[in-house]
T-cell receptor
Framework: KAGVTQTPRYLIKTRGQQVTLSCSPI?????VSWYQQTPGQGLQFLFE???????NKGNFPGRFSGRQFSNSRSEMNVSTLELGDSALYLC????????????FGQGTRLTVV | QKEVEQDPGPLSVPEGAIVSLNCTYS??????FMWYRQYSRKGPELLMY????GNKEDGRFTAQVDKSSKYISLFIRDSQPSDSATYLC??????????????FGQGTRLTINP
């Protein structure tokens, strides 16, 4: 059974650009969550989607957005990139709406220069 | 004060030792408790998941939850060098409106010395 797949694995972008990250959940999982991981702040919740609806949003500026498609695949977008957006972006999928037993992908490491 | 507190370590123990990792939390609504292991430059891997108070064992790993003290633990028996990683506790609550976000501790960096 394939795990959570995130693409791309690495990205280097320039300040002011925008970026789109992709996440394919485990087959049969309908909930997808996104997290930002940095050495200083640890893992911080960005948002969660279930059946194409955003149910939860973390405390991040509006430059961070996401969506989920009918096949449960999800994308997140960051516009007007800042140096502080450099981080490991992790996607997690879970089977049901309880969002327990969340399984993470390998992450996308974004570097903003 | 953070919702979930976890000693970041680093923690270094000899091979074969029993390791105890702990987290405390302040939100009494948390019902689901998880431990993740994260190797360098990898995504977190789910190790253990428990609901409410009690113990759960899986091989060399035992998770304990004490909701009355708002305290959770992960014990690793017969620790191996391959257990060297960062261990993250995470917890969440669930309401009729839907699942809540996972709240993570800072992670404890563990090294098992051969």
């Amino acid at each position: 059974k394939a795990g959570v797949t995130q693409t791309p694995r690495y990205l280097i972008k320039t300040r002011g650009q925008q970026v789109t990250l992709s996440c394919s959940p485990i087959s049969g999982h309908r909930s997808v969550s996104w997290y930002q991981q940095t050495p200083g702040q640890g893992l911080q919740f960005l948002f969660e989607y279930f059946s194409e609806t955003q149910r939860n949003k973390g405390n991040f500026p509006g430059r961070f957005s996401g969506r989920q498609f009918s096949n449960s695949r999800s994308e997140m977008n960051v516009s007007t990139l800042e140096l502080g957006d450099s981080a490991l972006y992790l996607c997690a999928s879970s089977r049901d709406s309880r969002n327990t037993e969340a399984f993470f992908g390998q992450g996308t490491r974004l570097t903003v220069v | 004060q953070k919702e979930v507190e976890q000693d970041p370590g680093p923690l270094s123990v000899p091979e074969g030792a029993i390791v105890s990792l702990n987290c405390t939390y302040s939100n009494s609504a948390f019902q689901y408790f998880m431990w993740y292991r994260q190797y360098s430059r990898k995504g977190p891997e789910l190790l253990m998941y428990t609901y409410s108070s009690g113990n759960k064992e899986d091989g060399r790993f035992t998770a304990q939850v004490d909701k009355s003290s708002k305290y959770i633990s992960l014990f690793i028996r017969d620790s191996q060098p391959s257990d060297s990683a960062t261990y993250l506790c995470a917890m969440s609550s669930y309401s009729i409106q839907g699942a809540q976000k996972l709240v993570f501790g800072q992670g404890t960096r563990l090294t098992i010395n051969p």
